[in-house]
């Protein structure tokens, strides 16, 4: 039998009323349970846990517990970069809308007007952000072979018919926002790891959060993946889907996250009007 190691993970939460002892027990109970139950020990593959006050900026509950690194005994901490997969969608959609805000780009305009080699006129960087385009989902396709790149998948794409008229539907994509990061390049004219490392990562002091691409296996001391075959962890950290990015492709700490979503929630990022656009 093969379980899936659910280990590295990262939890990371924003609370908005004021917090007081018993709510931080009540966290430190749901994960202590979490560490039971996933065998999570001091020699086994970890977790790291951050829990922010959104409204005193101030982090009230932290833990970790675990290594990162089997084979180098190294324990998780709070500067330890984990992939954070999906997590890099929101960051995404920040860069679309900053370079809106910058008139580099309009969000109800037609995607094709920046990467003319999608065929498909009627779809919008909206549609794209709101999961309402209808293209297919890529992680699907037959075609993608070891160390395929956004460019690869919108080559594919122009051959394709849409799932549903764009907007006429919504349903999950990470087709989306591999397109979106690919039009963020072409609005830019830098690459989707260079404008996020400028734009949001430094301003933001981010300080290990970055876009490493194939070159995953550089980022220091990062949180390695792991299955669990019975009794071993078995080292399982590659993918051959990361040279792909903009659905996913970050790597970054808690404490990276809570800089972000603090930045965010403050305007620092993009304005009041684009954050409640992104909300709605």
Not at 93 to 114: K, V
């Amino acid at each position: 039998m093969k379980l899936r190691s659910l280990l590295p993970t990262l939890v990371f939460g924003l609370i908005t009323s004021s917090h007081s002892a018993d709510l931080t027990a009540q966290i430190d109970s749901v994960v202590a349970d979490f560490v039971r139950r996933a065998e999570i020990e001091e020699n086994t593959p970890g977790m790291a846990v951050l829990v922010s006050d959104s409204q005193r900026k101030k982090v009230i509950y932290e833990t970790f517990v675990g290594l990162s690194d089997l084979k180098a005994q190294t324990p998780i901490g709070p500067h330890t970069p984990f992939r954070l997969g999906s997590v890099t969608k929101p960051m995404t959609a920040a860069a679309i809308q900053q370079l809106h805000e910058q008139g580099r780009l309009e969000i109800h305009g037609s995607a094709q007007g920046l990467l003319p080699d999608l065929t498909h006129d009627n779809v919008t960087f909206h549609h794209l952000l709101s999961h309402s385009a209808g293209f297919q989902e890529y992680t699907g396709f037959q075609f993608l072979k070891p160390k395929s790149t956004n460019v690869e998948i919108i080559e594919y794409l122009e051959r394709k018919r849409l799932r549903f008229e764009p907007g006429e539907e919504r349903e999950y994509s990470n087709t989306g926002y591999a397109i979106l990061a690919s039009a963020i390049k072409a609005a830019s004219g830098v690459n989707f790891a260079t404008y996020l490392k400028t734009e949001i990562f430094e301003p933001q002091s981010m300080t290990t959060a970055l876009v490493p691409g194939l070159n995953w296996r550089s980022v220091p001391e990062r949180a390695i993946g792991y299955n669990r075959i019975l009794w071993q962890y078995l080292e399982d950290d590659e993918d051959f889907l990361n040279g792909v990015v903009g659905d996913r492709g970050v790597y970054g700490s808690v404490m990276d996250l809570d800089q972000w979503m603090t930045a965010y929630f403050d305007y620092r990022i993009v304005s009041k009007q684009s954050v409640d656009q992104a909300l709605r």
